[in-house]
T-cell receptor, first 113, second 116 residues
Framework: GQQVMQIPQYQHVQEGEDFTTYCNSSTTLSNIQWYKQRPGGHPVFLIQLVKSGEVKKQKRLTFQFGEAKKNSSLHITATQTTDVGTYFCAGQNSGGSNYKLTFGKGTLLTVNP | ETGVTQTPRHLVMGMTNKKSLKCEQHLGHNAMYWYKQSAKKPLELMFVYNFKEQTENNSVPSRFSPECPNSSHLFLHLHTLQPEDSALYLC???????????????FGPGTRLTVT
């Protein structure tokens, strides 16, 4: 079945440093979504990428979707303590169910003030 | 506040008990989902309902029984669970998927289940 791998599993940074998490799918995706889960919280939708090579920005966050639509990345510039949490990617398999998202294990980001 | 509520927030049950988890969404969505979140594992999709009809059952053991009486409410009935079923159970909702794409999902706060 479809697998979505996410690296790194953990990342600890000093406040102000940049952070990147990578997501790789074993199959071609029709779209990919990113979610953030604060400690003790629930996943919150951040963004959806649909087009090959798409790049979207949200303030200090930059999201990319690979040309082959099998990988994606999330980059945070100048991290802040409010960025702490687990970042998940979730992919919809191309040609697969419209209801099913396959989630990566997530990257836990901690920020030292 | 995401507009998706779940009760109870915490539940401890023995292996012979029967309990139910409840989810309610106030977003006017047509699709609702149950996920299981265990430590060191990815979010696992369990069930999907669209317009009250079950569209996905991700090979979930029969000790988990979903019920969707309408597009706003979703239940997960639990019976004879095992300790390895202890996890955070998350409910989510979304607009009805399009022809070739699924939309963002809005998650509830989850029910932390412990099976003793």
């Amino acid at each position: 079945g479809q697998q979505v791998m996410q690296i790194p599993q953990y990342q600890h940074v000093q406040e102000g440093e940049d952070f990147t998490t990578y997501c790789n799918s074993s199959t071609t995706l029709s779209n990919i979504q990113w979610y953030k889960q604060r400690p003790g919280g629930h996943p919150v939708f951040l963004i959806q990428l649909v087009k090959s090579g798409e790049v979207k920005k949200q303030k200090r966050l930059t999201f990319q979707f690979g040309e082959a639509k099998k990988n994606s990345s999330l980059h945070i510039t100048a991290t802040q303590t409010t960025d702490v949490g687990t970042y998940f990617c979730a992919g919809q398999n191309s040609g697969g169910s419209n209801y099913k998202l396959t989630f990566g294990k997530g990257t836990l980001l901690t920020v030292n003030p | 506040e995401t507009g998706v509520t779940q009760t109870p927030r915490h539940l401890v049950m023995g292996m012979t008990n029967k309990k139910s988890l409840k989810c309610e969404q106030h977003l006017g969505h047509n699709a609702m989902y149950w996920y299981k979140q265990s430590a060191k594992k990815p979010l696992e999709l369990m069930f999907v309902y669209n317009f009250k009809e079950q569209t996905e059952n991700n090979s979930v053991p029969s000790r988990f029984s979903p019920e969707c009486p309408n597009s706003s409410h979703l239940f997960l009935h639990l019976h004879t669970l095992q300790p390895e079923d202890s996890a955070l159970y998350l409910c989510a909702s979304s607009p009805q998927p399009g022809l070739a794409i699924t939309y963002e999902q809005y998650f509830g706060p989850g029910t932390r289940l412990t099976v003793t």
